[in-house]
Nanobody, 127 residues
Framework: QVQLVESGGGLVQPGGSLTLSCAASGHTLSDYAMGWFRQAPGKEREFVAS????????HYSDSVKARFTVVRNSGEKTVSLQMNSLKPEDTAVYYCAAKTTTSGNYYYVMDDAYDYWGQGTQVTVSS
């Protein structure tokens, strides 16, 4: 059982930046394709970004493209979501997710594709 833990959330002003981190307790993340999702109050959980096992492929929702970057960190201990030019509509609980896969090249955008989820970290964008 893989336990994912997100960190790095908080309160930031519009236009600011935050970096979220996702770590797996007792595991590296090298066996998993990784994804980030978010859920705003009163809304469905939505896809944000994903990255393949080999980090060669990544994909972003249209709402965050060119502002967010998903990165697999050296040693495969963590996966980060770098968020720039934050907007109030980015306010949500952000979740990381891991999918066990033997393929190095695939990323996944559907939440039901993922095997493991973190508890989430709150990001609030407000002046």
């Amino acid at each position: 059982q893989v336990q994912l833990v997100e960190s790095g959330g908080g309160l930031v002003q519009p236009g600011g930046s935050l970096t979220l981190s996702c770590a797996a307790s007792g595991h590296t993340l090298s066996d998993y394709a990784m994804g980030w999702f978010r859920q705003a109050p009163g809304k469905e959980r939505e896809f944000v970004a994903s990255i393949s096992r080999n980090a060669a492929w990544s994909h972003y929702s249209d709402s965050v493209k060119a502002r967010f970057t998903v990165v697999r960190n050296s040693g495969e201990k963590t996966v980060s979501l770098q968020m720039n030019s934050l907007k109030p509509e980015d306010t949500a609980v952000y979740y990381c997710a891991a999918k066990t896969t033997t393929s190095g090249n695939y990323y996944y955008v559907m939440d039901d594709a993922y095997d493991y989820w973190g508890q989430g970290t709150q990001v609030t964008v407000s002046s």
